[in-house]
């Protein structure tokens, strides 16, 4: 598992477990957990971005 996955997910559990304390600070705390890595990738540029998904593929392809 990716490190930024397992960051993200760590933010989703954590806002599930704030779901019985306070329902709109779990749900912003979700929200925050998925914008941020959304947010950062389009940030980049087109050729960033194809680099990233270069990068992805060697990696999913095992070189």
């Not at 954590?14 to 940030?43: D, E, H, K, S, T």
């Amino acid at each position: 598992m990716a490190p930024h996955f397992r960051y993200g997910l760590i933010g989703v559990v954590i806002g599930l477990i704030l779901f019985i304390v306070n329902p709109w600070l779990a749900i912003a705390v979700i929200a925050a957990a998925i914008a941020i890595p959304v947010i950062a990738y389009r940030m980049l540029s087109p050729e960033q971005r194809r680099r990233l998904r270069r990068a992805r593929e060697r990696k999913q392809l095992g070189g």
